[in-house]
T-cell receptor
Framework: DAGITQSPRYKITETGRQVTLMCHQT?????MFWYRQDLGHGLRLIYYSAAADITDKGEVPDGYVVSRSKTENFPLTLESATRSQTSVYFC????????????FGPGTRLLVL | DQQVKQNSPSLSVQEGRISILNCDYTNSMFDYFLWYKKYPAEGPTFLISISSIKDKNEDGRFTVFLNKSAKHLSLHIVPSQPGDSAVYFCAAWKGAQKLVFGQGTRLTINP
C-alpha cells in the first residue's frame, strides 16, 4: 500500500527493555520525522532525517536512537524504556520542495510498565 | 517554553454554524503556519497552510487568517459539518525542517 505505515500499532513493554518502533514510507520522500504526542504538549519532535544516513536531534531526543540505512525506513529505538516514554509515537515524511507539509503515519501507542 | 499555543482545549459548535479555532505564537521568525486535523487512532492530516507573507488563505470551507502584529492565527470552518469533529493542531514552520505544534483543540460539531 502506498503511503506511510507504522508498526506495531500498539505495544506494551516493561521498564528497562529495548523497544523498536518501525516506520516505512513508499513515496521516496527524503525527509522523515519522529514525534511523540502527550496530553498538554501537542506533538514534539524527537529526531528527524534529511536522507539515508543523515539524522539529527529534535526537541526531545534523550533516551531514543534512530537510524536510516534506507530512504524508505526510519526506525526509532528506545534502548532502555522508561515509564516517561509512555506516549503515542508518530512518524512523518515530507518531500524536499515542501518541507513544511508533513504526512503522518497512523501512530504507535506505547505503554511502558 | 511553548512557542505555539492553543488556549482552548475544546470547542463545541452547532452544525451549519461557523467554527473558529485560535492559535497564538511567540516567535516572529516562523515562515509558515499550518493546520492539521486528527481523528482518533489516526495520524494528523494536513488541512491548510499560510505563508507569513500573506494574511489569508482559503480552501473551500476552510480559511486561515494570520495577524502577524498580534502573532495570532485562526482557522474558520464554514459551514461546520459533523465530519469536522476532530482534534485540530496549529503548527509553525521554524525552518531547519522543524515544525512546532500547539497543544490541540478538540472540536465537536453538534447536530
Amino acid at each position: 500500500d502506498a503511503g506511510i505505515t507504522q508498526s506495531p500499532r500498539y505495544k506494551i513493554t516493561e521498564t528497562g527493555r529495548q523497544v523498536t518502533l518501525m516506520c516505512h514510507q513508499t513515496w521516496s520522500h527524503s525527509y522523515m520525522f519522529w514525534y511523540r504526542q502527550d496530553l498538554g504538549h501537542g506533538l514534539r519532535l524527537i529526531y528527524y532525517s534529511a536522507a539515508a544516513d543523515i539524522t539529527d536531534k529534535g526537541e526531545v531526543p534523550d533516551g531514543y536512537v534512530v537510524s536510516r540505512s534506507k530512504t524508505e525506513n526510519f526506525p526509532l529505538t528506545l534502548e532502555s524504556a522508561t515509564r516517561s516514554q509512555t506516549s503515542v509515537y508518530f512518524c512523518a515524511s515530507s518531500e524536499g520542495s515542501r518541507l513544511e507539509t508533513q504526512y503522518f503515519g497512523p501512530g504507535t501507542r506505547l505503554l511502558v510498565l | 517554553d511553548q512557542q505555539v499555543k492553543q488556549n482552548s482545549p475544546s470547542l463545541s459548535v452547532q452544525e451549519g454554524r461557523i467554527s473558529i479555532l485560535n492559535c497564538d505564537y511567540t516567535n516572529s521568525m516562523f515562515d509558515y503556519f499550518l493546520w492539521y486535523k486528527k481523528y482518533p487512532a489516526e495520524g494528523p492530516t494536513f488541512l491548510i497552510s499560510i505563508s507569513s507573507i500573506k494574511d489569508k488563505n482559503e480552501d473551500g470551507r476552510f480559511t486561515v487568517f494570520l495577524n502577524k502584529s498580534a502573532k495570532h492565527l485562526s482557522l474558520h470552518i464554514v459551514p461546520s459539518q459533523p465530519g469536522d469533529s476532530a482534534v485540530y493542531f496549529c503548527a509553525a514552520w521554524k525552518g531547519a525542517q522543524k515544525l512546532v505544534f500547539g497543544q490541540g483543540t478538540r472540536l465537536t460539531i453538534n447536530p
